[in-house]
């Protein structure tokens, strides 16, 4: 397999708490990777770092062999880097298909309707974000990252305040464009139902440093992670 997306030594402060620690990662093209940890671990500095939105920090990074360190968000975007946020990154009062054309002409990108159908948005483009069900709106703010149909996809809690079955359909839609699209994804997430349900392999930042990696079966046992993050949760 060939690696989609790579940091190298990458390290980030705020005074003097490290929040990462030459942290080294790399995801492999087509892979869905998991990032867990306690709170204040470190994760989504790491994914603020590693789709530009971050200041300050030291480290490289590439996409596709491609060093982007140096690039600007709407630069790593247009290489096929996307991300989306754990609060949504939405225009509450403006129709859903609006957004989603004013996105898709941004990029360039003609194929939205593979996007509305992937995220059975179809229905919902006359309504205001603002009018929908939450859960809606978190389809809507993974409908506008995969705009453009990026070849790798950051996701920083993509199911915080869903339910739990809202939870398990947004994990199927991801197992599925992974596997339809070809895409990537490096995920953010606290609920590890859906972790251990659709991760390839997880990563496990503990105070900026990496814990441990492997596939779920893996991180389960592994008695550092338990010790540190998991507890009765595994």
């Known amino acids: 397999m060939t690696t989609a997306l790579e940091g190298r030594n990458l390290s980030r402060a705020f005074g003097g708490f490290r929040a990462l620690d030459d942290v080294d990662i790399a995801v492999e093209s087509g892979e869905i990777r998991g990032l867990i940890g306690p709170n204040g671990a470190g994760k989504s ?14 480290g490289q990074i590439r996409l596709n062999g491609e060093d982007i360190t140096r690039l600007k968000v709407q ?6 880097l996307a991300r989306s946020f754990q609060r949504t990154n939405i225009f509450p009062a403006i129709a859903i298909g609006t957004q989603l054309t004013v996105a898709s002409r941004a990029l360039g990108e003609t194929g939205l309707s593979d996007v509305v ?22 389809r809507l703010d993974l409908a506008l990252a995969l705009v453009g149909r990026p070849q790798v996809l950051l996701l920083d809690e993509p199911a915080a305040g869903l339910t739990v079955e809202e939870s398990l359909k ?5 197992r599925d464009l992974v596997r339809r699209w070809g895409l990537t994804v490096l995920i953010v997430e606290h609920d590890m139902e859906v ?3 659709i991760c390839d392999r997880i990563t496990v930042l503990h105070l900026g440093k990496i814990l441990a990696e492997g596939d779920p ?14 507890g009765s949760q595994a």
Do not use: C, K, M
Request: charged share 30%.
């Open 117 to 138: 159908e992937a995220l059975t948005l179809g229905h919902l483009l006359d309504r205001r974000a603002d009018e929908v069900s939450y859960g809606d709106q978190r």
């Open 75 to 80: 630069d790593r975007r247009h290489r096929g």
């Open 195 to 197: 972790i251990f349900s």
């Open 45 to 58: 500095t790491l994914i603020d770092v590693l789709s530009g939105r971050a200041e300050n920090w030291s």
């Open 217 to 230: 079966g893996e991180i389960r046992r592994h008695p550092s992670v338990v010790s540190a993050y998991l």
């Open 170 to 174: 947004l994990a199927e839609i991801l």
